[in-house]
């Protein structure tokens, strides 16, 4: 009997872009049959989805509205290992009624901890410190740092990272704060969190500042000139530890020229950033030579396990749409 | 009556290596006359400390037998602003009468939070990956880490400092482990870390490692290539997150040219150092150069707080002896 249920059930899914082994072996487990190779745009453009039940890509793979009206009715949802959907026409889908699922969760306990990482390698200056090193210098003397605890940290946004980020600054000593229109009041509540009604009370209060929102037209350049210049400098407890910024969610959200002119002035006293407005970055960006500059390109989620995870999340989110189920990871579910 | 009291009790106290100013405010508020300048060793072994109630050091003058020799009976102790008193023969001042204090905890947060900054540094490649940024490479591909929640954290030590490390680590989601043979078992218990009989099954436990000893006999080169090989690389939830060591603590404990052979077999995955056997550094030291490795250069207490702290603490020490009490520092209390 469950030979023939699991036949009757065999769904057709094609990986474009990759996935983890332990996933595809999850998806297999089940009974379906995974064609994992890539899909050049020509051959989807003809209709090669035709013959599938799913597809999952990660961001190599477009899915433009010719794509998917080139589509059969046997494509039921199409899955994105990763967070952002800006790959894929969710509405041309949605319009066709295929739901789009993404794994918003998989990479989160990663960004955590890089933006914990970028954090304390600013204030102790890790990367100047290891070049003096490796240059054969002992700059003892020049590397004078500052402590989180005791500090002020204000959190621009306040999801599921930036809540992890606060625990975490919280176990280190600092003062967590907050700002998010979006966030319903009982959930900063019970993390110990002073949230604030303007983004710039946020920053007229907090020597450390980590972003955690999504780039949107309201959030583009939200870190100007200005409100870097609001930030106090002094902590709480008297010490002079100077501003301090850093952002692991989406590069645009900082004005990056004024950023450095912050930098250049002495206004901020340190940038660590994950993320950058344009990426890759141009070979000469002035920024990336700043002695109190130090960034990563873009590896929030580059982590063992948080690739396994979205692998495992986005396979479980296909196969609940496959069963005839709501996945609660639909991104065009309003649409719909 | 207050002042003639305070006239009384009045000490002369030598500032010889610098001192934080709240610090020397405190002292003088209380009423004692500071000389905050430099004493040459000559003038030293000429009786320059006759004059003096008190004298406090950092790591620069030295108070050799011959010193105290010198002293006068006036001397009533000798404070180091700092915990390593090998600048100070504490012997002699016993015999004198004198006791030594210092002050070990004003360093305590500094070194914790440098710690949790090299362990993330590490496993996030941060020090590489901005070198990267900086020659205008975007290597986002090749900067894959893994995260420490998960993972196993092995403490060697486990004092103030490796207790902070542990609670940090348990917030970011570390089993922490640890190994100490001089601490008390009600101390371990209640900081849920699993205390370890010997080394070597801390390091059978462990991907990764963190030292918080003394440097003696007992544990100089006690991380070693055959405990190194013991790591297992292969975190309990199915991570091949490698193996990966941290050491704030003092040099001499690591063999470091067993650490460069495993970091060049890929025993060790990762390793970061703030303290060296020999200090500072061979410019040409080809440890610094490999590309798994990142340091500092001895940097653990090198924050304002630390040096704010020290100050008060010893200026504390020294009035706590100055007013008959007994000081809870002092370094030399069961040879006097």
């Known amino acids: 009997m469950r030979l023939i249920q ?8 094609a990986i474009a872009d990759g996935m983890a082994p332990a996933a595809i072996e999850l998806l ?19 209709g090669a989805l035709s013959d599938f039940d799913a597809i999952v890509v990660r961001s190599a793979t477009k899915l433009p509205a010719e794509v998917i009206a080139a589509t059969s009715d046997r494509l039921k949802v199409i899955g994105r290992a990763g967070v952002g959907v800006d790959n894929i026409d969710i509405k041309a889908a949605a319009k066709a009624g295929i739901p789009v699922v993404n794994a918003p969760r998989a990479s989160t306990q990663s960004v955590i901890e890089l933006t914990i990482g ?18 054969g210098k002992w700059q003892k003397k020049t590397m004078g740092g500052t402590e989180l605890s005791g500090k002020t ?22 003062e967590v704060h907050a700002f998010d229109p979006y966030l319903p009041v009982k959930i900063a509540k019970s993390q110990n969190t002073k949230m604030h009604k303007t983004v710039d009370t946020l920053f007229k209060n907090c020597t450390h500042i980590s972003i955690h929102c999504n780039l949107t037209d309201e959030t583009h350049h939200l870190v100007n000139g200005e409100r870097m210049a609001m930030m106090p400098g002094r902590s709480r407890d008297g010490i002079n530890c100077g501003n301090h910024i850093v952002n692991c969610a989406r590069g645009g959200i ?67 749409v496959l069963n005839g189920d709501k996945c609660e990871t639909t991104v065009n579910r309003d649409l719909l």
């Not at 954090?119 to 890790?126: D, P, V």
């Not at 990426?279 to 990336?288: G, M, Q, W």
């Open 6 to 13: 699991s036949a009757q059930n065999m769904a057709r899914i």
């Open 28 to 46: 297999e487990n089940a009974g379906h049959e995974v064609v994992n190779e890539p899909i050049s745009s020509d051959e989807l453009l003809k």
């Open 118 to 135: 970028h954090l304390l390698a600013s204030l102790r200056h890790l990367p100047r410190a290891n070049r003096g090193l490796r240059e």
């Open 153 to 174: 940290l204000g959190l621009i946004g306040f999801g599921r990272i930036a809540q992890g980020v606060g625990a975490i600054a919280q176990a280190m000593g600092m």
């Open 254 to 320: 900082i004005d990056e020229i004024a950023l450095l002119h912050s930098l250049e002035n002495g206004i901020i006293s340190s940038a660590a950033l994950d993320v950058f407005e344009f990426e890759p970055i141009d070979p000469d960006y002035v920024l990336l030579q700043h002695d109190n500059f130090h960034g990563t390109p873009h590896i929030g989620a580059a982590t063992l396990e948080a690739q396994s995870r979205v692998g495992k999340d986005i396979a479980n989110a296909i196969m609940t």
